[in-house]
């Protein structure tokens, strides 16, 4: 994220994070008693630095957290989840910036010489200059390295390992100037622009091996940590995570993190026109803490600022606010999308003079041809931006592609930085834009993303569908044909996935199984001499198969053909009833048949009509 951002005054996320961040201060101020009592005290120093840096850092945020579960909870799609993602980031910098900045005003000199105390005013410019030159020459530097390594060519590994070296040389210049090494490598990950190709890699190679390997390395690390020469425990507790907890301790560092930062975010909220719940539900998304919580205690710990109790119970008060965020998260999805009646939404009951909204999803590029043959021949008798194409890109929510989800610019809150998904992305919005010119602009593109797991990936779809208010899904088929016209084993997790749509969709679903068609022209010339045949036997989901045969026949090209199945009558009258135990059963059944019978006459009426 830009750092020079937070002086952007059209940001209401920025608003938003700066009130919740201030009331979180304002009442860390207030409980100033409380934090410094011996007994339930969170504060083992009581100083200037440790009442600001514990007030910094329950204000702050864990964005890479809130973002990962707003992901797999469906909240990016809500404008709570989406408002809750940008604010997150902007937090999170802010409080990085302010915690970068304190440890340079208030560094602890006691730990430094005689003749290195004189000299740390010296030591802050020189950091202070290094600052304005690796914000001003960072974009600069990349952006050359992204001209000469560009887009589908491998990127050269010497551009890689100079940089590697360059951050870790600036890494080292600052532990020589007295900083710590860790806001050292925060501060050069603000100077760093998101844009390009290399902060791509950079986001895909080091956070996978970072959230997978150090982290969780660096927390039991520090759960194993001795303690006992410290702060005089008793010999039992040998390790940091033998210290008991102080539930007091653990109380207190809740209840200031989040009153303090769901009062701001409402506040701040209601001036923008949000709902209370709403509000309420934003501020709790925001008391979300990850590792950069756990880095600031530890910090605190090893500088004799908290003692070992209050150490635990910070670690706890981190795991609970990963656990209440996903109830909050479930809550916010059932009142977004909450309805006092729910409307017919397909095929059959859609107007012909309102905008016709079609919903595909998509594997990959290899299924773009056959989706866009049935979007033109349907399309053909509409006006000109009456049909609205939504393309959703089902993407598989792995671990990798969990680390490299970023705050998306578009209607999703997200995007995904994997390279893989950005050059299959790519290659589908090519596509799509030549389909585009090629049917004079009288198609809408809009663009969706669907980033979940597989057991997970309907609900995405469906919720997307019911957003764009879509009277037809069309989902491709698990299988794919190979070149001597048999099917392969196909993926099992798209399988499910269209079983489950087909279960839970709000409108029509339409599988769509590839034998070839439009492969080898995109546009009207693939379906010149293209026969359509509807086998009908009866029934809602037939009306609605005939109803898109109806749409593709106005196309010039097309020839439909309708083989219609009708009972015999004779042999129904014959039949009765086995035994008078299923009679009630048996007039039931012919009653609801007799009425989808009388539909669908009236619907092959209306049929012959046009």
């Given at each position: 994220?830009?750092?020079?951002?937070?002086?952007?005054?059209?940001?209401?996320?920025?608003?938003?994070?700066?009130?919740?961040?201030?009331?979180?201060?304002?009442?860390?101020?207030?409980?100033?008693?409380?934090?410094?009592?011996?007994?339930?005290?969170?504060?083992?120093?009581?100083?200037?630095?440790?009442?600001?840096?514990?007030?910094?850092?329950?204000?702050?945020?864990?964005?890479?957290?809130?973002?990962?579960?707003?992901?797999?909870?469906?909240?990016?799609?809500?404008?709570?989840?989406?408002?809750?993602?940008?604010?997150?980031?902007?937090?999170?910098?802010?409080?990085?910036?302010?915690?970068?900045?304190?440890?340079?005003?208030?560094?602890?000199?006691?730990?430094?010489?005689?003749?290195?105390?004189?000299?740390?005013?010296?030591?802050?410019?020189?950091?202070?200059?290094?600052?304005?030159?690796?914000?001003?020459?960072?974009?600069?530097?990349?952006?050359?390295?992204?001209?000469?390594?560009?887009?589908?060519?491998?990127?050269?590994?010497?551009?890689?390992?100079?940089?590697?070296?360059?951050?870790?040389?600036?890494?080292?210049?600052?532990?020589?100037?007295?900083?710590?090494i860790n806001l050292a490598s925060f501060m050069i990950g603000l100077a760093l622009p998101r844009e390009g190709r290399v902060s791509r890699l950079l986001i895909n190679n080091i956070n996978f091996f970072l959230n997978s390997v150090i982290l969780p390395v660096y927390l039991v690390n520090i759960c194993l940590s001795n303690t006992k020469f410290k702060f005089h425990l008793s010999t039992q507790v040998d390790t940091l995570i033998n210290v008991p907890l102080s539930w007091p301790k653990l109380f207190i560092s809740i209840a200031i993190g989040t009153i303090g930062k769901i009062f701001g975010t409402?506040?701040?909220?209601?001036?923008?026109?949000?709902?209370?719940?709403?509000?309420?539900?934003?501020?709790?998304?925001?008391?979300?803490?990850?590792?950069?919580?756990?880095?600031?205690?530890?910090?605190?710990?090893?500088?004799?600022?908290?003692?070992?109790?209050?150490?635990?119970?910070?670690?706890?008060?981190?795991?609970?606010?990963?656990?209440?965020?996903?109830?909050?998260?479930?809550?916010?999805?059932?009142?977004?999308?909450?309805?006092?009646?729910?409307?017919?939404?397909?095929?059959?009951?859609?107007?012909?003079?309102?905008?016709?909204?079609?919903?595909?999803?998509?594997?990959?590029?290899?299924?773009?041809?056959?989706?866009?043959?049935?979007?033109?021949?349907?399309?053909?008798?509409?006006?000109?931006?009456?049909?609205?194409?939504?393309?959703?890109?089902?993407?598989?929510?792995?671990?990798?592609?969990?680390?490299?989800?970023?705050?998306?610019?578009?209607?999703?809150?997200?995007?995904?930085?994997?390279?893989?998904?950005?050059?299959?992305?790519?290659?589908?919005?090519?596509?799509?834009?030549?389909?585009?010119?090629?049917?004079?602009?009288?198609?809408?593109?809009?663009?969706?993303?669907?980033?979940?797991?597989?057991?997970?990936?309907?609900?995405?779809?469906?919720?997307?569908?019911?957003?764009?208010?879509?009277?037809?899904?069309?989902?491709?088929?698990?299988?794919?044909?190979?070149?001597?016209?048999?099917?392969?084993?196909?993926?099992?997790?798209?399988?499910?996935?269209?079983?489950?749509?087909?279960?839970?969709?709000?409108?029509?679903?339409?599988?769509?199984?590839?034998?070839?068609?439009?492969?080898?022209?995109?546009?009207?010339?693939?379906?010149?001499?293209?026969?359509?045949?509807?086998?009908?036997?009866?029934?809602?989901?037939?009306?609605?198969?005939?109803?898109?045969?109806?749409?593709?026949?106005?196309?010039?090209?097309?020839?439909?053909?309708?083989?219609?199945?009708?009972?015999?009558?004779?042999?129904?009258?014959?039949?009765?009833?086995?035994?008078?135990?299923?009679?009630?059963?048996?007039?039931?059944?012919?009653?609801?048949?007799?009425?989808?019978?009388?539909?669908?006459?009236?619907?092959?009426?209306?049929?012959?009509?046009?």
């Amino acid at each position: 994220m830009d750092p020079f951002s937070v002086f952007d005054t059209q940001r209401n996320d920025g608003y938003i994070t700066y009130a919740g961040m201030l009331s979180t201060l304002a009442i860390t101020a207030f409980s100033h008693k409380v934090l410094v009592n011996r007994k339930v005290g969170l504060l083992a120093e009581n100083s200037m630095r440790a009442n600001l840096g514990l007030g910094l850092a329950l204000a702050a945020t864990g964005s890479p957290m809130l973002t990962r579960l707003s992901t797999e909870l469906k909240l990016s799609k809500t404008a709570v989840g989406q408002v809750a993602i940008q604010a997150g980031i902007f937090s999170d910098m802010v409080a990085t910036s302010l915690m970068c900045l304190g440890n340079l005003i208030f560094h602890d000199d006691s730990m430094l010489s005689y003749s290195e105390q004189r000299y740390h005013p010296f030591y802050v410019a020189l950091i202070v200059v290094q600052i304005i030159i690796l914000v001003t020459a960072s974009k600069w530097v990349l952006r050359k390295i992204n001209d000469r390594n560009p887009e589908g060519k491998p990127m050269k590994g010497i551009y890689m390992i100079g940089l590697m070296t360059a951050v870790l040389s600036i890494c080292f210049l600052d532990k020589q100037l007295h900083m710590d090494i860790n806001l050292a490598s925060f501060m050069i990950g603000l100077a760093l622009p998101r844009e390009g190709r290399v902060s791509r890699l950079l986001i895909n190679n080091i956070n996978f091996f970072l959230n997978s390997v150090i982290l969780p390395v660096y927390l039991v690390n520090i759960c194993l940590s001795n303690t006992k020469f410290k702060f005089h425990l008793s010999t039992q507790v040998d390790t940091l995570i033998n210290v008991p907890l102080s539930w007091p301790k653990l109380f207190i560092s809740i209840a200031i993190g989040t009153i303090g930062k769901i009062f701001g975010t409402v506040i701040s909220a209601r001036l923008y026109g949000m709902k209370w719940l709403d509000g309420i539900a934003l501020g709790q998304l925001l008391s979300t803490k990850g590792y950069f919580h756990i880095f600031c205690a530890y910090e605190a710990w090893n500088h004799l600022m908290i003692n070992d109790s209050t150490f635990v119970a910070l670690l706890y008060m981190i795991f609970v606010t990963l656990a209440i965020t996903p109830l909050v998260g479930y809550g916010i999805a059932a009142w977004a999308r909450r309805k006092a009646m729910s409307r017919l939404m397909g095929l059959q009951f859609h107007m012909s003079e309102a905008e016709l909204r079609l919903m595909v999803g998509l594997h990959g590029p290899q299924n773009l041809p056959i989706m866009l043959t049935l979007v033109e021949a349907v399309r053909w008798n509409k006006e000109p931006g009456k049909v609205t194409l939504y393309t959703t890109d089902m993407i598989e929510l792995t671990e990798h592609a969990a680390v490299t989800l970023i705050k998306g610019d578009g209607q999703e809150g997200i995007e995904v930085m994997d390279e893989e998904v950005l050059e299959m992305r790519n290659h589908i919005g090519g596509a799509l834009n030549m389909f585009q010119k090629k049917s004079n602009d009288e198609v809408n593109m809009r663009r969706l993303l669907a980033v979940s797991s597989f057991d997970d990936m309907d609900r995405d779809i469906c919720m997307c569908a019911d957003d764009v208010k879509a009277v037809l899904i069309i989902l491709p088929f698990h299988k794919s044909q190979r070149i001597d016209g048999s099917m392969n084993t196909g993926h099992a997790g798209f399988k499910l996935v269209n079983e489950k749509v087909l279960q839970h969709a709000p409108c029509s679903v339409g599988i769509m199984v590839d034998r070839g068609l439009g492969h080898t022209n995109q546009g009207s010339h693939s379906l010149v001499g293209k026969n359509v045949v509807i086998v009908f036997i009866g029934g809602g989901d037939d009306r609605e198969a005939l109803t898109l045969a109806t749409q593709m026949c106005q196309h010039p090209a097309i020839k439909l053909t309708v083989i219609r199945f009708l009972p015999d009558v004779e042999a129904l009258v014959r039949e009765s009833p086995r035994s008078h135990k299923f009679s009630n059963f048996t007039q039931t059944f012919v009653s609801k048949e007799d009425v989808q019978m009388q539909l669908d006459n009236e619907f092959f009426a209306d049929f012959y009509n046009q």
